[in-house]
């Protein structure tokens, strides 16, 4: 089954929830436009289960351990994490590109894989698909706010891990059944190409 992104799209993400799921039961229609437009404004069909409860603490107090694929031909991998999530957005540089620099406003090309901090599994990476990269207007509401506000200041070349908590991903609502309510995700994302805006 061709595996779509779970990041794009959330252009009124407080006014309505996100929602997502593979349930046969749900309408095909509405199941694939909300595979294929990561984030995509849905309602969600069952009341979800939320996420484990994990205290969230201060990013100076916890130690999240990077990816240690720094090979920007290899699908990175990410280490499972211990401790509580962070309360907010931690960027980590694993490759420093020596390109461009993405800025709001923007239109950049990335490629990245995504795990659920609580159990390390991947739910969703661009790296599965052909083509493998994704486009997006940086910092225009099109992508979780952890990547609006996660990727300003990558340069081209650069391979960044971004731990977002829930209130910068899907927050309450999640996005079943792959991410649940109150879920921190943590990302690594490669900056590909970036095309100034005007």
Request: aromatic share 6%; charged share 25%.
């Amino acid at each position: 089954m061709r595996r779509t992104p779970l990041i794009l799209a959330v252009l009124a993400l407080a006014a309505t929830g996100c929602g997502s799921s593979n349930d046969d039961k749900t309408d095909s229609n509405s199941t694939e436009a909300a595979k294929s437009t990561p984030g995509a404004l849905n309602s969600v069909p069952t009341k979800p289960k939320k996420a484990e409860d994990k205290k969230a603490v201060p990013a100076e107090q916890t130690t999240i351990k990077p990816s240690p694929t720094t090979n920007l031909k290899q699908k990175p991998r990410i280490p499972r994490q211990a401790g509580d999530p962070p309360a907010t957005l931690v960027k980590q540089d694993i490759v420093t590109g020596t390109g461009a620099t993405a800025e709001t406003g923007d239109n950049v090309t990335v490629r990245y894989v995504g795990v659920r901090f609580r159990d390390n599994q991947q739910f969703d990476a661009s790296w599965d698909r052909k083509p493998n990269s994704f486009p997006f207007p940086l910092g225009a509401g099109q992508v979780i706010q952890g990547w609006d506000k996660g990727i300003v200041g990558m340069k081209v070349g650069g391979r960044r891990q971004l731990t977002i908590p829930p209130d910068l991903a899907y927050g309450a609502q999640g996005f079943p059944p792959d991410i649940l309510p109150n879920e921190t995700l943590i990302f690594v994302v490669d900056l590909k190409k970036v095309q100034k805006s005007g």
